[in-house]
């Protein structure tokens, strides 16, 4: 942009992440210090650097939007959130017996994309760039993520053990729907991740809409859905019975 001459006549996004912020203490804003934990991490701390220099060096208008996890049906099988969806509409389909995760105890704040996509295009719109975290402020273990998408299908876990031995069991049947796999961890665990989202707030006007349970809810609806047509049509036929109830 700033060879090609298209520095003044161009709005730069760049998609920082949470992970930037590794294992310093929660919640992380704007001014945590970055504490990368992966080779991903590393290479985004990179990013927000350049982007944050050219900024001040050149006086472009570079923006650096610090995101917490953002989820959506369109996610990636290999994020937790889809993986966990995908599982638990595989297990209640019979195709799949256990699901297997890493660290149970990681937390992570997790938002809507559309949330999020929001929010980048209202830092795009200000005066002057700026950097802004968006995150929802709440925390949720992976463990509580796993508990609440069982319970999305009507079904309640007992959880049993500790660290590699700890188990979700099925309280209508006994049987064990989750379990841990040491092969799942990461080498470098970044442990909390919370965000304090206050300047997007006071500065963008802007807020979170969904809960993780209404984001689990979706995902699940639109796996099961893909699985099964008819699924599809009653949820369909249910929305189009509550929009003209309203």
Not at 39 to 67: D, Q
Request: net charge negative; glycine share 6%; proline share 4%.
């Amino acid at each position: 942009l700033r060879t090609c001459d298209l520095k003044d006549k161009t709005r730069f996004y760049q998609a920082s992440t949470s992970e930037l912020f590794g294992n310093n203490p929660p919640p992380q804003c704007e001014t945590t210090p970055l504490d990368p934990r992966s080779p991903y991490a590393a290479a985004k701390a990179y990013a927000f650097t350049m982007t944050k220099l050219y900024r001040e060096s050149y006086g472009m208008f570079a923006v650096n939007g610090i995101l917490f996890n953002h989820e959506s049906p369109l996610r990636g099988d290999d994020f937790v959130t889809q993986k966990i969806a995908k599982a638990v509409v595989a297990i209640e389909r019979g195709e799949m017996d256990v699901l297997k995760l890493g660290n149970l105890d990681a937390k992570r704040d997790w938002g809507h994309a559309a949330d999020y996509v929001e929010g980048m295009w209202m830092m795009m719109q200000q005066r002057k760039p700026d950097d802004f975290v968006l995150a929802t402020g709440t925390s949720y273990s992976v463990r509580d993520c796993v508990t609440l998408a069982f319970r999305q299908m009507g079904v309640f876990l007992d959880w049993k053990g500790k660290d590699l031995d700890e188990i979700g069991v099925d309280t209508r049947n006994g049987r064990t729907v989750v379990e841990v796999d040491e092969q799942f961890f990461r080498p470098a665990e970044v442990e909390f991740l919370c965000g304090d989202a206050s300047k997007a707030v006071r500065e963008l006007g802007w807020f979170p809409r969904h809960t993780l349970s209404q984001i689990l809810r979706e995902m699940i609806d639109v796996e099961r859905q893909s699985h099964d047509p008819v699924y599809g049509q009653i949820k369909t036929v249910n929305k189009d019975q509550r929009a003209n109830e309203n």
